[in-house]
């Protein structure tokens, strides 16, 4: 092998956190601090942004915005945003290392590619402080990057190729086509075919399904195909060229890209650097 350089992994929902569970409820806290009853599906919505656009985008959906003016005054202005920021980042730290378990096969996954040759780097919607708290609970499970992008590192993130861009500089790795983003949110995605990379979207494990292992092995094969195929459908429209269950199924994608690569393909959706 080596057309594939580089494997480039979101964090929650995708190598962490089973149903990317971390935020939600933090999200709904946040909210209420200012009044405002959110739901946990309102809170999603947006995921995968970094978490002050993340706020930013729940202020603007039509219903949170009517109750801000109604319990407030006046529409949500920056100023609110921050105010919400403020009090999320403190309590998501708070709670990260009860969701902190690797997703299965994510570290299995991780070894292979890199006795492929490949390198292992990764973006996150995550404030650095948040993954600081992380990269040791993640590591003591024998899961590490060669590097990590996060929220707020640069002057643009997600939906933009920014943090595919500093991934490439900080794995001296190009072109582009020889890189593969794998995430569960359509922002995540977005980035990375953005940056003019192969894309691969996690559906069962992520924000999509938003389910934890034991829920989703209780669920009836007729919800869990029901539940790939709505993830699937969100993924494929962010432009996704695979869409696997988990990073556990990974192997089989890497290696046909792989293979279109020896012959030539690159992948469909490219703004290539």
């Not at 309590?91 to 299965?104: G, R, S, T, W, Y």
């Not at 996060?150 to 643009?156: I, N």
């Not at 990379?197 to 007729?222: D, I």
């Not at 988990?246 to 012959?263: K, S």
């Amino acid at each position: 092998m080596t057309h594939l350089k580089a494997a480039v992994f979101d964090w929650a929902g995708t190598v962490i956190d089973f149903g990317s569970r971390a935020p939600m409820g933090v999200f709904v806290e946040a909210f209420a601090k200012f009044d405002i009853e959110v739901s946990v599906a309102e809170a999603r919505e947006p995921m995968g942004r970094p978490k002050w656009d993340h706020i930013a985008a729940m202020l603007d959906q039509p219903r949170i915005r009517q109750v801000w003016a109604e319990k407030h005054g006046t529409e949500p202005t920056k100023a609110d945003i921050d105010r919400i920021y403020d009090v999320f980042v403190p309590m998501n730290e708070a709670v990260v290392h009860k969701f902190a378990d690797l997703v299965p096969g994510a570290q299995q996954i991780a070894a292979r590619l890199r006795d492929m040759g490949l390198k292992i780097g990764s973006t996150t919607g995550y404030t650095r402080s948040i993954m600081e708290r992380l990269l040791p609970l993640a590591k003591a499970q024998g899961y590490e990057t060669d590097n990590l992008v996060c929220a707020g590192d640069l002057p643009e993130g997600r939906p933009t190729p920014m943090n595919m861009y500093r991934c490439f500089l900080d794995l001296n790795v190009w072109p582009a086509s020889a890189v593969v983003k794998i995430d569960d949110t359509g922002v995540g995605i977005d980035e990375g075919v953005a940056a003019g990379c192969w894309t691969v979207g996690v559906a069962l494990s992520g924000n999509e399904a938003g389910v934890t292992v034991a829920e989703l092995a209780a669920m009836t094969k007729t919800d869990v195909d029901a539940l790939r195929e709505k993830a699937t459908q969100t993924l494929t429209s962010h432009g996704a060229d695979y869409v696997i269950d988990t990073v556990a199924d990974l192997m089989p994608v890497i290696t046909d890209i792989e293979a279109r690569l020896a012959r030539g393909e690159r992948p469909v959706s490219t703004t290539s650097i």
